[in-house]
């Protein structure tokens, strides 16, 4: 048999002649194939039959196995399902705590801006009201001002029997003053028979304003001086007489810037009325030297006539004085009402500033407010079912990774 094998497997060319031998050789050896083929089907049978039975057995551990993870998912998936459903009480219950907070919080908040709100509008209101009560006062101060002004035009200005006086020629002196001066001034104006600081006597104190102050005018004219020069006859004694007057004069000037010129007390000048026109003229026609005394001294001459022009001017000058006075405080209330209007306005500002503050904090208070209750409704809408659902889905190797992850 080997012979035959080692002619079937030699590489060399068949010789003719050998063909019979092959044939021979192959009648022989086909029972012998059949039975190794059978055996080999055989085999083969054997091994596919172990190797199912190695895959089934395979299989089985598989699905023993599987049953397992299957159960230990079960049994995750039921601790998992009741530790959600304790975490959803939880957060329900921390949810509806919250929420009562913060309604608590939200009407503490809403109390206390509320409060406050009320507080700042009854203080403003009450500043308000004092702010009016005060600029009402202030505006009867300036009616009352405006009241004295026109009092005082209407008896500076008003006065009926000014230049109305007509005096008679031997009227002479302190009546002559009297009436010159109550015709031109108001009775606030002017005093008679008043009593210095140096407890001399003025016939009259004329009330300036600073500067130059109260002016003392003097009646006193030395009459019995001129009468008697008037009176001469003869050139002596017309000579004599001049002399006496014009020594009288000088004493009598000397003894009004004495006693009527008082430094922070009167004017630095004081007035010497002569009680006439012709004395007036005759006394600067004819003597220069008394008039130079006068000046020295600060004694100025006056006439009836030029006595009321300078009474007429000295009115002038009280009227302005007074109105500039009377202006002054009205100015003063005027510059405090504006003060008055200025903190006003910012009150009223600040109180503007309370009410945008206010409307602030209720708008943010209402947008903590939606947050709070769009975060209560998603919780709300949370469904257990698709949590269970992504668990179910979950490969078989979930669990073990999340035990491990655990």
């Keep these: 048999m080997s012979r035959y094998y080692a002619y079937l497997h030699s590489s060399r060319p068949m010789v003719p002649g050998e063909e019979p031998v092959l044939q021979e050789f192959i009648q022989k050896i086909q029972p012998e194939m059949a039975l190794a083929v059978v055996i080999g089907l055989l085999f083969i049978v054997i091994l596919v039959l172990i190797f199912r039975m190695s895959k089934a057995q395979t299989l089985a551990e598989r699905a023993s196995a599987n049953s397992e993870t299957l159960n230990r998912l079960a049994e995750n998936l039921l601790s998992r399902q009741a530790q959600l459903e304790g975490q959803l009480r939880q957060v329900s219950n921390d949810t ?10 939200l009407s503490e908040r809403l109390d206390s801006v509320s409060k406050r709100l009320g507080d700042s509008l009854n203080q403003s209101a009450e500043k308000t009201g004092q702010s009016l009560s005060e600029l009402q006062a202030r505006l009867a101060v300036i009616d009352k001002a405006q009241n004295n002004l026109t009092e005082l035009s209407t008896q500076v200005v008003g006065l009926q029997d000014i230049l109305a006086n007509k005096q008679a020629r031997g009227a002479f002196g302190e009546i002559q003053l009297y009436d010159l001066v109550k015709s031109a001034l108001p009775p606030s104006a002017y005093e008679f028979q008043v009593t210095l600081p140096n407890n001399k006597r003025a016939d009259c104190l004329i009330k300036l304003p600073n500067p130059p102050g109260p002016i003392v005018v003097d009646a006193k004219f030395p009459l019995e001086s001129f009468h008697m020069m008037r009176q001469a006859e003869s050139e002596a004694e017309k ?29 630095e000048s004081a007035l010497l009325f002569l009680p006439s026109e012709a004395v007036y003229a005759e006394l600067h026609a004819g003597f220069p030297a008394i008039l130079e005394k006068s000046y020295k001294s600060r004694v100025w001459i006056v006439s009836p006539t030029t006595l009321m022009a300078t009474l007429n001017t000295v009115r002038a000058v009280l009227k302005d004085s007074q109105m500039r006075a009377q202006a002054g405080v009205i100015q003063k209330e005027i510059s405090i009402l504006l003060k008055d209007i200025e903190r006003l306005d910012a009150r009223v500002g600040n109180l503007s500033k309370h009410f945008v503050q206010a409307g602030n904090d209720i708008e943010q208070i209402k947008v903590s407010s939606r947050k709070v209750s769009s975060r209560a409704e998603r919780i709300e809408e949370l469904q257990l079912g698709d949590v269970e659902g992504d668990l179910l889905s979950a490969p078989p190797e979930a669990p073990r990774q999340m035990e491990r992850e655990s």
């Design 96 to 105: 509806a705590t919250s929420r009562a907070e913060i309604n608590r919080t």
């Design 239 to 267: 000579t004599q007489a001049a002399r006496a007057f014009s020594t009288a004069m000088m004493k009598h000037i000397a003894d009004i810037s004495e006693k009527y010129i008082l430094e922070g007390e009167t004017a």
